[in-house]
């Protein structure tokens, strides 16, 4: 917010994060294969479907998700991410769905789906993975290195870093976007007057959460949902289709912005009940 953003906007390069987005969709073949089959499928008794926000917004950006999938009848949970980073806040997400009994869904948006990949490891309630424009790291990756794999975003020029002092005495920096950008780069698709009230509510990631090392990917292990943003300008699509190829994500496209979930909610909470049902016994 005063000197040195160039500086630290610069170390961040392509930076990551959250966002949702609006458009016509299409599903891939194998998400319209799965639709045949999973109409047919045994019912169990519906999972709480938990869902993890990412950086720049908070657990009201899922308000439209929440209200379409009770009225589908889920259980459903938005837990608050510290945005500190992947290892942090995924214990914080693992008191919540320690909390939670029975089978769980998890839905992850951006750098939420760094989270939810480490928090569901070695879990058996979590029958499904869903990510919304997120990031689906491997061992050793992250949401930085992810994002500037392919080119096409423009995350860097937007930032707005704030550097502060810790209680040790060390420095660290958090990251906004700028108000002014906020619309154009994380929300296009939304009612100006609503991107407005994101972006003045929004909450900062820590830089070092985009730099953190994933350590584990509960993606190799239990069945994940994908829904990619073409029109994205924090992740690029190409680097949302190659984690979503790698992960054999059942993959729904659509021509949206990052802010899928707050322009397309209805869209998110059907690949969401997907899940649930393909996963249900």
């Known amino acids: 917010m005063h000197g040195g953003r160039k500086r630290v906007a610069t ?3 392509a930076a990551v994060v959250a966002g949702l987005g609006l458009g016509a969709f299409a599903l891939s073949g194998t998400a319209s294969a799965e ?14 479907i938990v869902l993890e926000h990412g950086a720049f917004a908070d657990g009201s950006s ?5 209200a379409d999938l009770r009225g589908r009848g889920y259980p459903v949970v938005a837990a608050a991410n510290p945005l500190r980073g992947p290892a942090s806040d995924a214990a914080a997400l693992r008191t919540v769905l320690d909390h939670i009994k029975g089978p769980k869904v998890l839905v992850g948006h951006s750098y939420g789906g760094n989270v939810i990949s ?5 879990d058996p309630q979590v029958k499904a993975l869903v990510y919304v424009a997120a990031f689906l790291p ?13 080119p096409g975003s423009t995350l860097p020029d937007a930032l707005d870093p704030v550097t502060y002092q810790q209680a040790d005495g060390t420095t660290a920096t958090d990251l906004y976007i700028r108000q002014a950008a906020f619309r154009h780069q994380f929300a296009a698709d939304v ?29 190799k292990a239990i069945p994940s949902w994908d829904i990619v943003t073409t029109e994205d300008l924090n992740i690029p699509p190409a680097a949302q289709r190659f984690m979503a190829e790698r992960a054999h994500s059942r993959t729904t496209e659509v021509a949206a912005s ?8 209805r869209l998110v909470a059907q690949v969401i009940e997907r899940a649930a049902r393909a996963t249900a016994r």
């Open 11 to 13: 170390g961040v390069a």
């Open 35 to 48: 639709n045949t089959q999973v109409e047919g499928a045994a019912r169990g008794p519906k999972p709480t």
């Open 62 to 66: 899922w308000n439209g998700v929440i």
């Open 118 to 122: 480490e928090a569901a490891t070695g």
């Open 138 to 150: 491997a061992p050793g990756e992250t949401a930085l290195e992810l994002t500037n794999k392919y």
């Open 191 to 219: 009612p100006a007057a609503q991107a407005a009230l994101m972006a003045a509510a929004q909450r900062p990631v820590a830089q070092s959460a985009l730099e953190e090392k994933a350590t584990s990917a509960a993606w």
């Open 258 to 265: 990052h802010s899928v979930a707050v322009s397309h909610p």
